[in-house]
């Protein structure tokens, strides 16, 4: 009813509402890169809408849940040990929507949201340092332990990172590094 609504009455009184109805439906479908595409169209055509910061809030969200693997849940396999290109995506996403809406009632949630992603790129980050250890690519694993330390520095991967720099030093020659 929502799709004959925006298709049949595209200026209508409640096309705005009905949009964003037709988002929020959408979102708890599960259709996430159709709520993408709704919410990116309606940011272009409503940017003065008073309920714009939940277009650009339910985008964040849909960017992070489009990806991640449903039995990830159940299981204890870690979602940072596959492509975490879907998280960046919806890092930036989220980042900007708390630089446009910074006091909005979603702000909180996306903080979160924020800190959570950062924390599974640290570990992605790690697991290649880990796996760049385990084959002896000392120089490697010292520059993935590097970028978690200077990109992700409030992350609980920070001890694990300054011990795989000192060991890949030690094993590089360098000790005076390494200290």
């Known amino acids: 009813a929502l799709e004959s609504l925006d298709t049949y009455y595209p200026t209508g009184e409640y096309t705005e509402q009905a949009q964003l109805d037709l988002l929020y439906s959408r979102f708890k479908q ?41 039995l990830l849940r159940y299981t204890n396999l870690n979602q940072s040990h596959r492509d975490v290109g879907y998280l960046r995506l919806a890092y930036n996403s989220l980042r900007d929507f708390l630089q446009r809406f910074p006091s909005s009632r979603y702000s909180v949630d996306a903080a979160q949201r924020m800190q ?51 060991y890949g030093y030690q094993k590089l020659g360098d000790q005076q590094t390494a200290n």
């Open 30 to 70: 599960g259709d996430y890169p159709g709520v993408i595409t709704l919410a990116d169209r309606f940011i272009r055509l409503y940017p003065s809408n008073p309920q714009l910061d939940y277009a650009y809030y339910i985008r964040g969200v849909a960017n992070m849940e489009q990806h991640y693997d449903g």
């Open 116 to 166: 959570y992603i950062n924390q599974e790129l640290a570990e992605s980050e790690m697991n290649i340092a880990r796996f760049n250890l385990k084959r002896q690519a000392w120089l490697a694993a010292v520059q993935r332990a590097r970028w978690v330390l200077e990109y992700y520095p409030q992350t609980p991967q920070i001890p694990e990172a300054l011990a795989t720099i000192v």
